[in-house]
T-cell receptor, first 112, second 113 residues
Framework: QKEVEQNSGPLSVPEGAIASLNCTYS??????FFWYRQYSGKSPELIMS????GDKEDGRFTAQLNKASQYVSLLIRDSQPSDSATYLC????????????FGPGTRLSVLP | DAGVIQSPRHEVTEMGQEVTLRCKPI?????LFWYRQTMMRGLELLIY????????DSGMPEDRFSAKMPNASFSTLKIQPSEPRDSAVYFC???????????FGPGTRLLVL
């Protein structure tokens, strides 16, 4: 079992719809969770970070964490074509927040 | 702030040659990470430094790979000898404090023929 798993996609949603991206992780001791967006040919950039169970909202983005189920999700409301990218889930494995494991990424396509 | 700087941005070399990738972290950041990204394996952590000291190099694929951080503003990742399977995008990232986000450099696209 891989440490961090994501559906590879592609996930296609129409413009204006909600995109739902999911991530599961295997290490119960994981402390911090991150969603990165990566455009083709570019470097990853942070979208959201979440540390506690529940929801965290930032504009059109909502991250959800359920440590009991070892599950993290990212919701993108009112999806725009500019949201089309690969979304990487990252988990830090230790208390120092420096040992990151990335999932394989989910490719999102928002159709105009 | 200039962000994380990597050089070269593109490198094409022949199998058996030595390759050196360079990274300048964001000023004041005390942790530096080297990653490799391929279609098959995704984004893999190779090694990270804290205050210039290598903390975890378990991701370094084999002895052909080595990394150094002689000071707080410079790190290198060296591959000697290079092989075609080393072809990938190599990213450097830095972080300010524990738990904060990583900032990635633009990456070096390496092609080994």
């Amino acid at each position: 079992q891989k440490e961090v798993e994501q559906n590879s996609g592609p996930l296609s949603v129409p413009e204006g719809a909600i995109a739902s991206l999911n991530c599961t992780y295997s290490d119960r001791g994981s402390q911090s969770f991150f969603w990165y967006r990566q455009y083709s040919g570019k470097s990853p950039e942070l979208i959201m970070s979440i540390y506690s169970n529940g929801d965290k909202e930032d504009g059109r983005f909502t991250a959800q964490l359920n440590k009991a189920s070892q599950y993290v999700s990212l919701l993108i409301r009112d999806s725009q074509p500019s949201d089309s990218a690969t979304y990487l889930c990252a988990v830090n494995r230790d208390n120092y927040g420096q040992n990151f494991v990335f999932g394989p990424g989910t490719r999102l396509s928002v159709l105009p | 702030d200039a962000g994380v700087i990597q050089s070269p941005r593109h490198e094409v070399t022949e199998m058996g040659q030595e390759v050196t990738l360079r990274c300048k972290p964001i000023s004041g950041h005390n942790s530096l990470f080297w990653y490799r990204q391929t279609m098959m394996r995704g984004l893999e952590l190779l090694i990270y430094f804290n205050n210039n000291v290598p903390i975890d190099d378990s991701g370094m694929p084999e002895d052909r790979f080595s990394a150094k951080m002689p000071n707080a503003s410079f790190s290198t990742l060296k591959i000697q000898p290079s092989e075609p399977r080393d072809s990938a995008v190599y990213f450097c990232a830095s972080i300010n404090r524990v738990g904060e986000t990583q900032y990635f450099g633009p990456g070096t696209r390496l092609l080994v023929l």
